[in-house]
Nanobody, 121 residues
């Protein structure tokens, strides 16, 4: 069974920085993508950023130039460095992965439990 453990959420002032981390553990063959989504109160969950197995990073327009996603060499941990945060970045942030349990399987999805980021103005 695969598990995701998130850390790093909290309260930050507008213009400040925060770093989120997500670690995958358990038994799996490979992880194709690791990323972050967020859901603000009363809104739908939306993509923030994700990174592929070959370290190709993709960002939502709203965070380009401010957030940086990175994946460790073991490819089981993903970090989101959030700089120049704005009140609009306030949301619950969810880690998300696409992975295979065995090499012949199709890809599965897994979500973390979420971590709250609050940006004060």
């Amino acid at each position: 069974q695969v598990q995701l453990v998130e850390s790093g959420g909290g309260l930050v002032q507008a213009g400040g920085s925060l770093r989120l981390s997500c670690a995958a553990s358990g038994t799996f063959f490979s992880i194709r993508t690791m990323g972050w989504y967020r859901q603000a109160q009363g809104k739908q969950r939306e993509l923030v950023a994700y990174v592929t197995n070959d370290n190709s990073a993709n960002y939502a327009d709203a965070v380009k130039g401010r957030f940086t996603i990175s994946r460790d060499n073991n490819k089981t941990t993903v970090d989101l460095q959030m700089n120049s945060v704005k009140p609009d970045d306030t949301a619950v942030y969810y880690c998300h992965i696409q992975y295979k349990r065995w090499y012949r399987d199709g890809y599965l999805e897994l979500w973390g439990q979420g971590t709250l980021v609050t940006v004060s103005s």
